[in-house]
Each structure stands twice: as structure tokens, then as C-alpha cells.
């Protein structure tokens, strides 16, 4: 049986939140951000490997249960990085997951594997429910099919073989990109959109942590 890991990034600042702490260190209901998605990933039967990547000054702190902990980069791109460097050689095949989000699911990770025992890569996505416009400045220049656009969410699968290739070329023509899928596509490759969650949301402002809590309390998880 082909072993996965799961690289679960947690070493931004979270400059949106306006926060003086780590974004992925912000309590949540009395837990850290962060433990929501790894405990869905450490709980999972399919995933072999958990590495955890937080701030440097953070590494010490963090409990290695089932886990390895690493530190990050300065860009999210670098964090994957060092995370990917510290899986071990048995995993073939890696999903990345970003800490801000803590709703990740057990039918996502299952859906993901999947893809992956298909031989393909691919990245949980949500169809824009919005009318979508193409603008310059605040003037309309165009009303876009929304059927051809899916907001991109984690996790996001791939033989790790291919993501590391892909992750060299990038850093060798300066490219950063906002996910994995982005450094994939630019190698060519196909990169499957694999039904992701409504729920499976990104903390990002105040506003969120606030819809998170509230959502915690509704659904009760
Ligand atoms: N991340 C990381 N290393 C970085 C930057 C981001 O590991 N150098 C992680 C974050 O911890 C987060 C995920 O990547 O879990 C998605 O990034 P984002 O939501 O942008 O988080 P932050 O970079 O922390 O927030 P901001 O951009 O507002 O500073
Ligand atoms: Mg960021």
C-alpha cells in the first residue's frame, strides 16, 4: 500500500487578522487554530505521516505527538518546502493542507485520496455561487460564465515527486504562487477540481474567526 502524508502549514503571520500572535496559534473556542485540522488528519486511517509547519520561534513550544513539527519560510511557498523536505522517503504521495482552515473533513481527504489512487493530482474547489464581472477599475467590461470558475480551498493531493519538481522550477524563475495547484498547472500537468465543502472555509479576518466560532457553536464540532 502506497503511503500518504500531509503537510499542514501553520507558519504565517496573519497579517490580515490583525493579530499579535501567529494566526494559526489564535485560540479558537479554547483551542489553537491549528489543531483543529491537524486532529483530522492525525485521526485519519489513510494518512501515514503528519508534519507540522509553524514559525521558527514556535518549533520548541508545539507538542510532537504523532507529528513532526519544522519550522517555515517567509513565504507560504517556502514553508511547503520544509515541510515536503521533512516527510520521509516512503510517502509517495502528499496532501498540503493550510491550518487556516479547521473544517477540513474526513469526505475531503477521502475524496483526495481517491484522485490520488487514480493516478492523478487534484485540489478540493467550491463553484462560485456569485454573477461574476471582469472589470478595469469600478467599469464593467464583461459578465463571465460562472460555470468555468471554482474558488481553490485545501487540501491539495499530488505524488510528491511531482509537487517537488514542480516547487524547484518554481523557485528557480521566481515564481510564487498562492497554492500548490498554481506550480503544478505551470509544469503542464493536469490538476483535477475535486468537490470541496461550502464550510471548509479560510480564517482570514476578524470576520472570519467570528463566523468560525459561530459555526463550532451551530453544527456543534
Ligand atoms: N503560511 C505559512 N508560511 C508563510 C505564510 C503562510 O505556513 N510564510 C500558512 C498560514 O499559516 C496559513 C496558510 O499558509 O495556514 C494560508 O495563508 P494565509 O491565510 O495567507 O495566512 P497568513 O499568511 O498567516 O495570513 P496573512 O496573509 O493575512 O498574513
Ligand atoms: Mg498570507
Known amino acids: ?38 486532529e483530522v488528519f492525525l485521526n485519519h486511517p489513510d494518512i501515514d505521516e503528519v508534519v507540522l509547519v509553524v514559525p521558527s520561534e514556535k518549533v520548541g513550544g508545539v507538542p510532537k505527538n504523532r507529528c513532526q513539527v519544522v519550522g517555515g519560510g517567509a513565504t507560504r511557498q517556502e514553508s511547503v518546502i520544509n515541510g515536503l523536505a521533512a516527510l520521509s522517503p516512503k510517502c509517495e504521495s502528499v496532501l498540503v493542507h493550510d491550518a487556516a482552515r479547521p473544517f477540513v ?30 472589470a478595469k477599475g469600478d467599469i464593467i467590461l464583461e459578465t ?54 461550502a464550510r471548509n472555509i479560510k480564517i482570514t479576518t476578524q470576520y472570519d474567526l467570528t463566523l468560525a466560532q459561530a459555526l463550532l457553536k451551530y453544527f456543534n464540532i
Open 1 to 38: 500500500m502506497k503511503k500518504s502524508g500531509v503537510v499542514i502549514v501553520a507558519a504565517g503571520r496573519g497579517e490580515r487578522l490583525k493579530s499579535d500572535i501567529p494566526k494559526a496559534f489564535i485560540q479558537l473556542l479554547g483551542k489553537p487554530l491549528y489543531k483543529y485540522s491537524l
Open 144 to 197: 463571465v460564465d460562472r460555470s468555468h470558475f471554482w474558488a481553490a480551498q485545501t487540501p491539495q493531493a499530488f505524488p510528491v515527486a511531482i509537487l517537488k519538481e514542480a516547487l524547484q522550477k518554481a523557485k528557480e524563475e521566481n515564481f510564487v504562487g498562492t497554492d500548490e495547484a498554481s506550480v503544478v498547472e505551470r509544469l503542464g500537468l493536469e490538476v483535477c477540481l475535486v468537490l470541496g465543502d
Open 105 to 134: 473533513t474526513d469526505a475531503l481527504i477521502d475524496r483526495l485520496l481517491a484522485t490520488l489512487a487514480e493516478g492523478k493530482s487534484g485540489i478540493v474547489a467550491w463553484p462560485v455561487p456569485d454573477t461574476l464581472k471582469r
